[in-house]
């Protein structure tokens, strides 16, 4: 398989650095200087006109100079002069641009001239690059510097990706002064080309790296971003810590990058979807690292604290009430095993006070207790130096106890001179300790975090529901009779028109356009009645009078019209109004009100919101956002991070609501946001949810263009999971097989598969002797990014426990969008039955259906069957000209 883009990048065999200078106090200077400290093993060619020799080395007057294939060029020149170099780049056939120059985007249209001009002079010869407006990059391992930080790095398994050099400095001085080092740093700058996206792609496959920290002020590419962390994330730890949290940070932020800014819960419930984990200050960022990147898991976030001293166990409940990580109920058996080895005024509750005088026999025996508890997921024990503790001998007794545990231990001795000597006995056995007590619940909140996050990555929900299909069609010309009137919103009744469309119970209304029309409407459906004003404007009709519950009485209701359309046409003179709506009151003495709604986040598209509804919507402001495709688990995530789930649980004389009915609307909320672009936002308050069902009585739907258009679904920032793609095979000799995209769900079939693969078709499928496959690689393959990949899959047994996968046929997105790599493999006992060429043929019609122009693939040699199908299918084939035992094959689509 080809390098990846960046690999020149990250690890060049030759740099030129243009403006190299000999002045000290320059750019250019450092960044040479560096270069040559780290011990770059590889070419060095300085770069400039007016000088023969720079630091003992030659230099060059031009990159079309050096004579040699360069694979990175670094720029440290003024921005005028860089389009120009960058032609001589694209001359020269350079691996990679690192511009580490300002003067571009971020001080205005001529800049940003500029910088579209060397941005798309490297993309349209597919060289990567990075900046404008950066620090640079570091590869400890490669012995490369190519910054101009003062700071040493040295090698560690952490990367640092950073879009602020000043925090790229920081943070490698606090690093250099704590012993800790980078697997690499890089300094994005304006992400002008190279992005999040492209660089977590990259270190998600690096076996140098084990964790990730990221520090971002804004997203430009949203679908790559995400698709990037995704990839990222299912294999090791991603840190995340994002300034601009208030609006004073934001326009901050913009000035600094000149990107783009959306809403800072947006952008949460992407990190979560994604499977990172946020941090709030850069002081986390390490803590977070170290915790997540040992081996160290919990499977729930129920939280034990076992401590010495009252205070800092208070401490420690104060901040997981601040976190919502619950403390655990000890069992009823804990309780009397606790209170026959501890003294009997132990707390006999949370935290688990041992008191002052506490050994270590006592710190031992409490600690196995506790976590033989099974309503305990982890455990913080807490030391403080008093007169009568040996914090050491406290430490061995809690290594002792926590030896082979299954749950997650953490300690917290406090103090300096005195824990110094327990702190390194922690440390030696692999017990995470932190230096107080809200920093060890921190630990834990990582822990509990990323689980959480992870159970959300691993959801692939399909766009669309296979029980009652929306009448989608019926919905997109609701809304295209609105944008071709040039409104902005719909009307009451289109409102509710579309709710049904897509099957979501909604309380049946009809228009009346004058005050008689409303009392025959009235009387026809039965008193008492609701009465709405009916306005695409309004999309608060509280706010201006335009409602009125509980009308009784037919002689009312003209009376009630009147004083509803004098009300608005005082509070909002411009809205033009179509009527006014009637509907049966709704009498649910139990209903709680909730809101569904749909908004549109300018960097992220489409999101999910859901939170206390009625009047209380504003006053409470207890919402909560999830992106969509949305699934049931995700759909339960979403009630459960709410306030008003405590109030649809059930209380006191209340009954329970119908929560899986609320789980049903925000499907097809979901099913809303992935089929229509053009919804800018939708408002469904309040929905009436009780005992015996949920209600929407009242919508509000705003329509636009969408900022995003192409690709169905390109609107939004998750691809959903492929919907309609299943159709089955027959093999010759008869059998059928299920063929669809794979899921996640089929790591189980997918291991089975590889591993038994014989020797000879691991070996041509992975060009190399391959053993087992590896986790990594099993999240790599189930775990597919639809927008930019396919993987179809051909299964015996289909939805069965005994469903055994046949063969799979995947498609990769090469750099530049414009082409993809294929790969096959065919169970052995299923060679020559035509699987494999019908699955090429199919995959190459999605890769022709997804824009790709080229479909390509390395074959071994030797591999004559796969070459023979190759042919058939019209692939032309060349060796390859990096290895002669292989051949490339290429087919035009």
Known sequence: MRPH?????FEPRSVALIGASPRENSVGYQVLRNILDAGFSGAVYPVNRNHESILDRQCYPSIRD???????????????RIPEVMRECVDSRVGGVVVISAGFGEVGPFGQQLQDEIVALARGADIPLVGPNCLGVIRPTAGLNATFAHSGVRPGQVALVSQSGAFCTA??????????GFSAVASLGATADVGFGQVLDYLSVDARTRSILLYIEGISDPRAFLSGLRAAARLKPVIVVKPGRHEAGRRAAVTHTGGHFGSDEVFNAALERAGAVRVLTANELFAAANILSSKVRVTGRRLAIITNGGGPGVMAADRADELDVPLATLSAESIDALSAVLPAHWSHTHPIDLLGDADSARYEQAVRIVL???????????????????????????????????????????????????RARLEAAGIPHFNSPEAGVN???????????????????????????PRVQAARAILGTAMAESRRALDGVEARELLAAFHIPVATCVNARDPEQARAEAEAMGLPVVMKINSPD?????DVGGVRLNVREAASVPIVYREIVAA?????????????????????PHAREVVVGIDRDPVFGPVIRFGTGGMAMDIYADTQVALPPLNVFLCEDLIHRTRANRALRGFRHLPGADVQGLVDILMRASEMACELPEIEQLIINPVLADEHGVLAVDAWVAVSAPARTGARYAHMAIHPYPPGLEYSLNTRDGRPLSVRPIRPEDAAIEQRFVDGLSPQSKYFRFMYGMGHITPAMLARFTQIDYDREMALVAVDGDGTAEASLKAVARYVANPGGDSCEFALAVADEMQRQGIGSQLMQRLMALAREHGFREIEGEVLAENAKMLQLCRRLGFSIHR??????????????
Request: charged share 25%.
């Open 5 to 9: 883009r960046l690999h020149r990048i």
């Open 66 to 80: 050096v004579g040699e294939p360069v694979d990175l060029v670094v720029m440290a020149i003024p921005a005028q």
């Open 171 to 180: 943070l490698m001085d606090a690093a250099e002064s704590g012993g800790r």
């Open 372 to 422: 033989a508890d099974r309503n305990v997921d982890g455990l913080l024990v807490l030391l403080t130096p008093q007169g009568m503790t040996e914090p050491t001998a406290c430490a061995e007794g809690l290594v002792e106890a926590a030896r082979g545990a299954r749950k997650p231990v953490l300690a917290c001795w406090l103090g300096q001179n005195q824990v110094r000597e327990g």
């Open 443 to 469: 630990g834990f909140g990582y822990l509990a975090a990323y689980r959480r996050n992870q159970d959300k990555l691993m959801q692939a929900p399909p766009p669309l529901s296979s029980h009652r299909p």
């Open 538 to 542: 309004i999309s608060h009709k509280s």
């Open 568 to 588: 608005v046409a005082a509070g909002a003179p411009a809205a033009r109004i179509r009527g006014v709506t009637l509907e049966r009151m709704a009498e649910r």
């Open 880 to 893: 390859s000209a990096q290895d002669a035992e292989v051949m490339a094959v290429r087919r035009a689509l």
